[in-house]
């Protein structure tokens, strides 16, 4: 998909908000919906396994709700962020520290990865121009974009000498709430959580943390237990977002997948029993 100039009206509104709006945006593949929570979530690169397992379960149990996991397209936590939210059918959006050209697109090895994204219903989105490589100061100008991008800011992990502290005090300035994963006392990836959560940041260890903090209410806890137990990837986000029937236009639209998998799944439950389609609209069965 080409790059496109994205105009000033459909920028998403909190980005006017800051004190250092950006001249122009330049995008490829999608915006989120309309109503869509924007979660930016930051860490280290050099994750760690703990960072990695709290980093998916979480946005994994963020699978069916409005949200859209804003991240830098950077390996570690962005990456892992990234790939998170294509799992659990959220919509995700990559904001690169270069221009959206295939040439110059940071972290070169990363760039398979992004088309992945625009197939799959994310966007990448850029203050670049299309050609712009990647340059030390951007790093911290895109954060400012990510910071102002969102509803909330989720710090994975972040030593003491981390660019997410950027981040992290940037959304304090622009008034979003700040989430924080919570670390074993003494490891050095803990150092930015835990001061940011002595500072007054919510401290998170499970999704519902994350939803009350967006301000989105929760479903039933008995009606997640009742999902059947086989159900994962693009078939258990489709039998969660049925709560409510559905067109197979609003479920294209919803499920960050590709046409064809969404199909695909869309067929396996009815062969199985779990949905049908009537008048025109999907549901359970």
Known sequence: MDVRELP????????LQIPQPPNQLWMRGQLPLPGTKLLTVVGSRAMTRYGEEACQKLISGLSGYPISI??????GTDTCAHKAALAAGLHTLAVPGSGLGDDVIYPRSNRTFAKEIIEKGGGLLSEYAQDEASRIHYFPERNRLMAGLSDAVLVIEAGEKSGTLITARLAS????DLLCVPHRIGDPHSFGSHLFIRLGATLVSEPLHILEALKITPRESADIMNAPSDLEGTELVIWTMLEEPKTRDEILRRVSADVGDVMTALISLELRGLTKEEFGAWHRA
């Not at 804003?70 to 390996?75: D, I, P, Q, R």
């Not at 300035?173 to 979003?176: A, C, P, Q, T, V």
């Open 70 to 75: 804003v991240s830098g397209l950077a390996l």
């Open 8 to 15: 000033k009206s459909q920028w998403p509104k909190q980005l």
């Open 173 to 176: 300035e622009y008034n979003r």
